[in-house]
């Protein structure tokens, strides 16, 4: 029962928060966006709005659609006093910061940014730890107001709050010289740890010197341009030749300039997609083959080529486009006709360069990537890379594309030539070295090095040549000289890791040459740094790359697993599952760090028909369940693919005893009713024609691992998800939607990240997955 002050001050809140919705909403393009808020929060109110309604062991980040580089902007926040909870944020990050962290201590990672001032502590905080109280001289018991100000001022590079009678000053300071001149975007974000806490924020002044005017007049006018464009292209107009050419390399100029700016990009490939799903655009380049033996047909056909490379980078949208209307038929032609064509050599080699380079972009696509498999179109590039009949470029791109396009089983018996081999080491040395590799017409940069390597290390022979070439020194210099960028260093940890199994599992240790390798590089120093990193997976491999040196230099690994016994006394006392009706004890698998190195496997497997790679739960236990006997009747387990669902810890019983993963909706079988998460589209917010009644998997664990909670259990945090079999052909595949704007996890792109089936007959709880970790002091 609410006492009369009570619901006074409640209604002064919700009148405050109505006049701010009602005096700025529409007149901002300031918003909260679910694609860049934790799956525990909620929007509303026309994007102003943030709301934390369950309960959660995380630390849960809204982060607004917009960034700046400069320019003066001031936010006016409403945050009433009894809707803050025990920790309240509000600041700015750069896009690096996930939405979504497990343990509320400590909420951020140190090599991720995000600078904000907590206000229920009334203390300032830079990437997790505390810098100074704020505002200065305040009782510690001082409470902020419910209206108050922040404003970024990035000209000046300060962050500072006041409220209308009184200034806090200067909270942040130098950050243009830090972020801003150096091109580095800053994000408004909000962070929410308890249930109940809501807040609303509004930009009243945006002083940009490249407004979103500009931005918008600058899309207006491409989009009348790229009308024009199509249209031309439709009518094939002859004497229009030299405007089409004009046109589109005015989109290849655009293509670099909006890159790094997320949201004009994706507005450009809509813009570019929804006038007729580039269907002018691929018409186009048939008609420019066809004519391809006249001069102005090259020119034609190399420029819209081009520009389907170059715009299907980086994302998912424009790819499929493309190829729904039959792109990769295009390709093959191509190829086809090239044999035949008399042309100069330079000009042939680019053709292919575009054309093989557009595939590379294209296959990072899994469901492209399956299409290109059907086609046989990797037979074709295998061709494309014999050294003596084709130019170095066409062979590096061809084996560049083929690193994403064969399944990891075919990888195996790929054996790259030498020549090509050392051309890599050569460019991927140069790249450490310089930020990247000019070859010809192209230029390679340290991912796409270490990406390359990284596919062509599933041989074993190319293991062994690579090996002779100090493979592993020049790995050492990236993770010395590349030690800003998580995803190089990951990269390059992954490659040591397919050399060191290698090793172990031809030497056992007997190989004096390898433990010199290791010795005179430093590389034992190297990693033992990297494992002292917070970021959680470069400590992991770090771990698993130390304990397989010792096994091919000392014979032994010296470690002890601490996982296995944790995961059964928390499943005996916390979960208090029957084990005889669901677990098949056998099976079980422990992958932590020390019982994955003593097995000595690889860091995924693939499973399924066609084959879908998927990484192992490393870091995880592994309970196995009894799988139905439908599912073994349709060998589940070796025609279905794998992928992971996380939870929270105290769902699991229920889920065990349904058997199976249900949809929203669907009623439990102790009377629970399944719904959407908070955040994520419902019956009542969704767009036109989605259906929010799917089951939810992923290939990724480290995607499935934002969806499971921490629970807090005798001083540690414990995860739980289910490993499950999912039927080939019944499933689709679509982007994450956690809003995190890096790669999550290197195997696999984010456009790819969910897999969504109406069929819950098609998905079986194949094992579950237990992450102890124990809590830092």
Request: hydrophobic share 40%; aromatic share 10%.
């Amino acid at each position: 029962m609410e006492s009369n002050s009570d619901f006074d001050n409640k209604s002064t809140i919700e009148q405050s928060t109505k006049e701010i919705i009602r005096t700025f909403a529409g007149k901002t393009a300031f918003k909260w966006d679910n694609y860049e808020s934790s799956p525990n929060l909620e929007i509303c109110n026309l994007g102003l709005t943030v709301k934390k309604c369950l309960s959660t062991d995380t630390a849960d980040i809204a982060r607004s659609t917009s960034g700046y580089t400069e320019g003066i902007h001031i936010f006016k926040v409403n945050w009433p006093k009894k809707k803050r909870g025990e920790v309240a944020i509000i600041g700015v990050s750069t896009d690096q910061v996930p939405v979504c962290r497990s343990q509320i201590v400590q909420i951020f990672d140190s090599n991720e940014v995000l600078l904000g001032w907590d206000i229920v502590n009334n203390q300032s905080f830079f990437n997790g730890n505390l810098i100074k109280n704020y505002p200065k001289d305040r009782n510690p018991n001082y409470a902020v107001p419910e209206n108050f100000y922040m404003i970024l001022d990035l000209d000046k590079g300060i962050l500072a709050f006041r409220t209308d009678d009184e200034e806090f000053g200067f909270c942040y300071c130098e950050l243009n010289s830090i972020f801003a001149e150096q091109g580095i975007k800053l994000y408004p974000v909000i962070n929410l740890t308890s249930a109940g806490s809501e807040v609303t924020v509004v930009e009243i002044h945006n002083s940009s010197h490249d407004p979103s005017k500009r931005r918008i007049g600058m899309l207006l006018e491409m989009s009348v341009k790229w009308r024009m464009l199509n249209s031309m292209m439709i009518h094939k107009s002859s004497d229009k030749v030299n405007v089409i050419l004009q046109i589109i390399q005015e989109f290849l100029e655009l293509n670099f300039m909006v890159r790094d700016d997320l949201w004009m990009y994706k507005t450009y490939l809509k813009m570019m997609t929804k006038l007729d799903d580039t269907r002018a655009l691929n018409l186009f380049q048939i008609f420019s083959l066809t004519q391809i033996r006249d001069s102005v047909g090259v020119q034609c056909f190399i420029a819209v080529s081009r520009l389907m490379y170059y715009y299907t980078w980086g994302n998912a949208l424009f790819p499929i486009a493309l190829v729904n209307q039959k792109c990769l038929d295009t390709i093959i032609d191509t190829f086809q006709i090239m044999p035949k064509l008399s042309i100069a050599q330079d000009v042939k080699s680019e053709i292919l360069v575009n054309s093989i380079g557009l595939l590379h972009n294209l296959s990072k696509v899994t469901i492209i990537k399956d299409e290109i498999i059907r086609k046989r179109i990797h037979g074709i590039l295998e061709n494309y890379c014999d050294t003596i009949a084709y130019p170095p470029t066409v062979c590096l791109i061809s084996v560049m594309t083929l690193g994403n396009v064969l399944y990891s089983d075919n990888r195996q018996a790929w054996i790259v030539p030498e020549k090509l081999l050392e051309i890599l080491v050569e460019l991927t040395i140069k790249a450490i070295k310089e930020g990247h590799a000019k070859f010809s017409t192209m230029y390679v940069f340290p991912r796409e090095a270490l990406e390359t390597l990284l596919a062509i290390l599933d041989c074993a022979e190319n293991c062994h040549f690579l090996l002779k070439r100090n493979l592993i020194g020049i790995l050492n210099d990236a993770l010395i000289q590349l030690s800003n960028d998580n995803v190089c260093l990951e990269l390059a940890q992954q490659c040591l890791n397919k050399l060191f199994t290698l090793i172990v599992m031809t030497h056992e240790g007997k190989d004096q040459q390898y433990r010199k390798i290791v010795k005179v590089n430093g590389l034992v120093d190297v990693l033992k740094k990297l494992d002292e990193r917070d970021f959680n997976y470069l400590s992991m491999t770090s771990k698993i790359c130390l304990y397989k040196i010792q096994k091919f230099t000392i014979g032994k690994i010296k470690g002890e697993c601490i996982l296995e016994n944790l995961s059964r006394r928390f499943l005996k006392e916390y979960i208090n599952i029957d084990n005889k009706s669901y677990l098949l004890n056998q099976y079980d698998k422990c992958y932590c760090p020390v019982c994955h190195s003593i097995r000595n496997e690889a860091e995924g497997v693939s499973h399924g028909i066609p084959p879908r790679y998927h990484s192992l739960p490393i870091g995880w236990f592994r309970f196995a369940l009894k799988i139905p006997s439908q599912a073994k009747s349709e060998r589940a387990s070796e025609t279905w693919h794998r992928a992971f669902h996380g939870t929270r810890v105290d769902r699991v019983y229920t889920i065990l005893r349904q058997e199976e993963l249900l949809l929203p909706g669907e009623m439990t079988a102790d009377g629970h009713r399944i719904k959407e998460l908070p955040g994520h589209y419902n019956n009542d917010n969704k767009p036109e024609g989605f259906n929010t009644k799917r089951i939810f998997v992923s290939p990724s664990l480290r995607y499935a691992n934002y969806y499971s909670p921490g629970k807090q259990w005798n001083g540690c945090t414990v995860k739980a998800a289910f490993q499950v079999l999912i039927k080939p052909n019944c499933y689709n595949i679509g982007p994450e939607t956690i809003g995190v704007k890096k790669q999550i996890d290197l195997m696999y792109s984010n456009y790819d990240l969910e897999w969504f089936t109406e069929n819950r007959s098609s998905v079986v709880l194949h094992s579950l997955l237990i992450k102890i970790e124990k809590n830092e002091k």
